[in-house]
């Protein structure tokens, strides 16, 4: 059989395509254990949105129950107009990349990615998965079995195989995950420009925080079946509503403060004595007992005696500094005890700081963000790098 | 202060104790160990394969007197002969008719309770688990004298032949099936099936495009092992028989007046045709690969 013939392959469609999914209220009980717990998302068309939680959030429940894997055990599950709670998975138009690929080892690449196309009766199956395996750079891989893939490559065609179906949401389960390091990197890039390209709503379960942050336009960070928070990238890494976000998104600095008044936009502080300031907008607490909370790249370190105006300040002593080339990370104690990190750029001449010495910590106000202070100062700060 | 890199490297050579070169016992020493593995394992396959080869090249000879346990002459007499001698035909024939039957009938049901215990969780599981295991753990003697006295006691006594051994055997047939099917069952990653799910296959497709595809491989060793079972058994099918004699049972009654070199010829065309089914998929295999 001939492979040369991609050349005169349709297209894949390049037009926006998708649809709103809708997570309505889901309970998912096993047992007495609730992996989901009363979950409501809105996925717009067309955006790739990431599930971000550490193991055992239920975020791969989630995904199985948009899947059709799973039956919810209360709520709605509405995709486009259409509501899919109760139909079986090859009655939905969604498709999913399985977190091991779960490629058929029986069937060829070409045969695993025409699968689903043969089902649904594909008048073209061959030129459409032509231009597929076209699209993920195996058209020479056509006839060789899954075994005799590399990981990444096993990767494309579990994405190929998802993505020919031209579904109204693509699921991705962990899909990077067997995957190391550098070729993950190169991976995150490639799915994101696919999604571009073919505009399916992606949806994408992930445990790891960069990979979320370099590939979705919006994360939901989920904890105990629970959705903490949503927004952009950047939104929950500047300004988390949780200490579970803060935690687990990047690392944060959380000081033991109490509100002290709010007037206009600015909001007063006291931490440990000592006054400060911080916008209205990035309080997220009912209460006056808060965590004061700055991200450690955002706090400046300074020899004691330093002058700053304007800025919200505390002394402490150097008690570790790790020089690591493009920045030097900093362990400071602060006069009652409590340890904070900081990330400080090399941009000194004189080197960096030494243990032991007396500096002051100064950030902008603006950077300040207060949370809730009967929440856990440690939730989601445990995280477990590697596969579930 | 400082030194060029070969410099460091005269400095570090000079540390070191004198190199020198292992003498011939310690070479000789180290072969022997590293080969050790090799000489143990072609001991082993000659051990097997040893009788075999014995019973091949006997179906060559003619023998001197009643036994062929001598060797005396070359010749392809008992090959072009082989069925010739109706006894040994017919007695082969009622074995292949018995353990066709026998393989089919295990291979069905065997490979259906081992869905049903492979895959569903059902009160008893365990039990039933315990009873298909049953007929491998007993002894053949009881198990065939068992047989005979349920058979007898069924007043089956003056029909005993093709049906109460082909009975017989799928009984024992059965548990090896099970087995066999149910570790590729158990091997089977249940996400290749949701994939297919998710891909539109409907339960039906699913099943006839992934599940048993990759089970087959499991249902055709089954198959082949059942069969051989079958073909092979002796002492459960002479509690069984009553008059007929299947081809195990004619090269014992034969033993004792000489067995004939044909029943030898059997024998090897048994060892062939077995070593054409494991060889010949492989071959084909490597030959696609290439």
């Known amino acids: 059989m001939s492979e040369q013939t991609t050349s005169t392959a349709a297209p894949v469609s390049t037009s926006g395509g998708g649809a709103d999914l809708h997570i309505v209220d889901v309970t998912k009980r096993f047992g007495s254990f609730k992996a989901v717990d009363d979950l409501t998302l809105t996925i717009p068309a067309g955006s790739f949105f990431a599930l971000l939680g550490p193991s055992g959030c239920g975020k791969t429940t989630t995904l199985r129950m948009v899947a059709g894997l799973e039956e919810p055990s209360a709520g709605r599950i509405v995709i486009g107009n259409e509501d899919v709670t109760h139909k079986k998975p090859y009655k939905r138009p969604v498709n999913t990349v399985f977190q091991s690929y779960a490629l058929f080892p029986h069937l060829d690449i070409f045969e695993n990615v025409a699968f689903g196309l043969r089902r649904s009766g594909s008048k073209d199956v061959r030129n459409e998965v032509e231009a597929m395996l076209e699209l993920v750079e195996l058209s020479t891989y056509a006839r060789r079995k899954p075994t005799q893939l590399s990981g990444g490559q096993q990767q494309r065609v579990a994405v190929a195989r998802a993505l020919i179906n031209k579904p109204e949401v693509l699921l991705l389960d962990e899909p990077l995950g067997a995957l190391d390091l550098k070729l993950r990197r190169q991976m995150q890039i490639e799915l994101k420009r696919i999604q571009t390209d073919v505009g399916i709503t992606f949806v994408h379960v992930t445990h790891d925080q960069e990979e979320a942050m370099t590939m979705a336009d919006t994360i939901a960070v989920m904890n105990a079946g629970q959705v903490e928070q949503m927004g952009a990238p950047m939104e929950l890494y500047e300004n988390p509503v949780t200490t579970f976000v803060a935690n687990f998104l990047g690392q944060s600095n959380l000081i033991k403060g109490e509100l002290t008044g709010k007037t206009g936009g600015d909001a007063s502080l006291l931490v440990q004595g000592q006054r400060m300031a911080m916008p209205t907008a990035r309080v997220h607490s009912e209460r006056d007992e808060v965590w004061v909370g700055v991200r450690p790249e955002k706090m400046q370190i300074s020899r004691a005696g330093t002058a700053v105006e304007g800025e919200n300040s505390m002394a402490g002593v150097v008690t570790d500094a790790s020089y690591i080339g493009v920045s030097t990370q900093y362990l400071v104690k602060l006069p009652w005890g409590q340890e904070v990190s900081i990330f400080s750029q090399n941009l000194s001449t004189e080197g960096p700081l030494g243990a032991g010495e007396d500096v002051v910590l100064h950030w902008n106000p603006a950077h300040t963000f207060a949370l809730d202070a009967s929440q856990d100062a440690d939730a989601g700060a445990e995280k477990v790098e590697g596969d579930e | ?290």
């Open chain 2, 1 to 290: 202060m400082t030194i060029t890199i070969e410099e460091r490297r005269e400095q570090a050579l000079a540390a070191l104790p004198p190199h020198r070169e292992p003498g011939f016992w310690a070479r000789t020493n180290r072969w022997i160990r590293t080969h050790l593995v090799q000489f143990f394992a072609a001991f082993a396959l000659l051990f097997m394969f040893l009788p075999v080869m014995i019973v091949v090249l006997f179906s060559f000879n003619v023998p001197a007197g009643r036994f062929n346990y001598n060797w005396n002459q070359f010749s392809t007499i008992a090959w072009t002969n082989v069925w010739s001698d109706d006894q040994i035909t017919s007695a082969v024939k009622l074995s292949i008719e018995i353990a066709l039957v026998a393989t089919t009938v295990s291979v069905v049901l065997g490979t259906l309770i081992a869905f049903a215990i492979g895959r569903h969780n059902f009160r008893g599981r365990g039990g039933i688990n315990l009873l298909i295991f049953m007929p491998m753990a007993t002894p053949e003697v009881v198990m065939g004298s068992s047989l005979l006295t349920l058979f007898v006691t069924a007043q089956l006594e003056g029909s005993l032949g093709f049906g109460t051994i082909t009975v017989a055997h799928i009984m024992f047939c059965i548990s090896f099936v099970v087995v066999t099917v149910k570790a590729r069952i158990a091997g089977l990653d249940s996400r290749l099936e949701q994939a297919a799910m998710d891909l539109y296959a409907d339960e039906r497709t699913t099943f006839m495009k992934i599940t048993f595809p990759l089970v087959l491989p499991g249902i055709v060793a089954a198959a082949l092992l059942a069969f051989s079972l079958s073909f092979d058994d002796f002492v459960i099918t002479n509690f069984t028989s009553g008059q007929a004699v299947t081809f195990p049972m004619f090269v014992w009654g034969a033993n004792t007046r000489g067995i004939p070199p044909e029943a030898n010829v059997v024998g090897a065309l048994m060892f062939i045709i077995a070593l054409v089914v494991v060889l010949v998929p492989e071959v084909v295999k490597r030959v696609r690969k290439n």
